[in-house]
T-cell receptor
Framework: AQTVTQSQPEMSVQEAETVTLSCTYD???????LFWYKQPPSRQMILVIR??????QNATENRFSVNFQKAAKSFSLKISDSQLGDAAMYFC???????????FGAGTRLTVKP | GAVVSQHPSWVICKSGTSVKIECRSL??????MFWYRQFPKQSLMLMAT?????????EQGVEKDKFLINHASLTLSTLTVTSAHPEDSSFYIC???????????FGPGTRLTVT
């Protein structure tokens, strides 16, 4: 079974600083996708960034980037120049390619201090 | 990104009654729909997956006779909680994915309170 572990229930960062959220996963598959989703107080799930396992290059989306370590099964999210609007729950997720089954981690609550 | 809507956003019902939640993909055809349940301060737990025109596949431990899922069209899926009990109170989120897409688009969720 595939599991996703987020070991940081809560994190905080000063506005304009950088923060890294951790995620590890367990799988025997070689072909899969990894995602980071943001869930603000509105509860609407928003895709932040995705990574295809076959790609060695780390995905980036503006201030958001990942450090994908396939051998270590690690997929951390780095938020640069943190903004107040970044405050939310962040969920790491895994999905095997050609599968409907997306598995979520327990989430990390990020607080941004002004 | 694509838009998924849910209706209602919040519903209160009495114990023993049934409530239906609608999930619509507004600007894409969702060949696969997912229903999740989220308890306060917890992660999303997949309840069931449905492909348009087919019966839903339920996760282990989810009662299919209690949580009826219908995916009759490429833009509409419904979740009916039958004979609701207070322990069914939760936040229900639907998600849709189009054919060949790797991204799932999430609805805004429905808060169900059973009194």
């Amino acid at each position: 079974a595939q599991t996703v572990t987020q070991s940081q229930p809560e994190m905080s960062v000063q506005e304009a600083e950088t923060v890294t959220l951790s995620c590890t996963y367990d799988t025997s598959e070689s072909d899969y996708y990894l995602f980071w989703y943001k869930q603000p107080p509105s509860r609407q799930m928003i895709l932040v960034i995705r990574q295809e396992a076959y790609k060695q290059q780390n995905a980036t989306e503006n201030r958001f980037s990942v450090n994908f370590q396939k051998a270590a099964k690690s997929f951390s999210l780095k938020i640069s120049d943190s903004q107040l609007g970044d405050a939310a729950m962040y969920f790491c997720a895994y999905r095997r390619t050609r599968s409907n089954d997306m598995r979520f981690g327990a989430g990390t609550r990020l607080t941004v201090k002004p | 990104g694509a838009v998924v809507s849910q209706h209602p956003s919040w519903v209160i019902c009495k114990s023993g009654t049934s409530v239906k939640i609608e999930c619509r993909s507004l600007d894409f055809q969702a060949t696969t729909m997912f229903w999740y349940r989220q308890f306060p301060k917890q992660s999303l737990m997949l309840m069931a997956t449905s492909n348009e025109g087919s019966k839903a596949t339920y996760e282990q431990g989810v009662e299919k006779d209690k949580f009826l899922i219908n995916h009759a069209s490429l833009t509409l899926s419904t979740l009916t909680v039958t004979s609701a009990h207070p322990e069914d109170s939760s936040f229900y989120i639907c998600s849709g994915r189009g054919r060949g897409q790797y991204e799932q688009y999430f609805g805004p969720g429905t808060r169900l309170t059973v009194t």
